[in-house]
């Protein structure tokens, strides 16, 4: 069983299970619709940071990022400072995909996503733009919350992002979907 990194979470196991089957007018829809909340597991995703400096009008400003490190394509994480010893743990489990994104192609998509971030703020705020990114050394995984639930034989997920306490998209469904279906074919 792998030896992870994680952010200790803001969310509880005993809270992520009271909101993700909240008696709220959205969970009750939820219920009707998908069924019950059957369990609650912990799934952790490894992110890789990156130190990003950009350049933008003649001013210089650095960010840390951290990326998803098995796709990519999960929104980016962003940190005033690196986690200290109290905000990281270290577990044992087996509820988290590899890494399969080596540093190179992680960069490249963490200056992509840091450009779209930027021509968000409005197109015309941006002049003589140039990004850089370092990576920092080490993964780190952040903890989420997912919910089965379901009748029968079918079965539907929500996740919970442990950190943030919200509810996860279509992103981090797919990314649990290919580990899970990736895992059974492995045994």
């Known amino acids: 069983m792998p030896r992870i ?11 992520a299970v009271e909101e993700l089957s909240a008696a709220t007018p959205v969970g009750l829809i939820r219920n009707l619709a998908f069924g019950q909340l ?23 400003s650095k960010r840390l990022f951290g ?28 509820n988290c995909p590899d890494v399969l994104l080596d540093d190179a192609r992680a960069s490249e998509l963490v200056i992509n996503k ?3 971030l930027l021509f968000t703020t409005g197109f015309f705020r941006i002049r003589d733009l140039h990004i850089t990114s370092e990576a920092v050394a080490g993964e ?6 997912v919910g089965f639930r379901g009748r029968g034989a079918r079965a ?7 950190m943030r306490r919200r509810l996860e998209g279509a992103k981090v ?15």
């Open 5 to 15: 990194r994680t952010l200790v979470p803001n969310v509880t196991h005993e809270q």
């Open 38 to 60: 059957r369990s609650v597991a912990a799934f952790y995703i490894p992110f890789r940071f990156f130190q990003v400096e950009v350049l933008n009008r003649g001013i210089r």
């Open 67 to 94: 990326i998803d490190a098995v796709t990519g394509t999960l929104d980016l994480y962003e940190f005033e400072e690196l986690p200290g010893p109290d905000e990281v743990q270290y577990i044992e489990t087996r």
């Open 114 to 116: 840091v450009r779209r």
């Open 140 to 145: 780190i995984y952040i903890p989420y919350w």
């Open 156 to 162: 539907r997920v929500s996740i919970m992002d442990a």
């Open 173 to 187: 469904r797919h990314l649990l979907r290919d580990w899970l279906t990736s895992v059974a074919v492995k045994n």
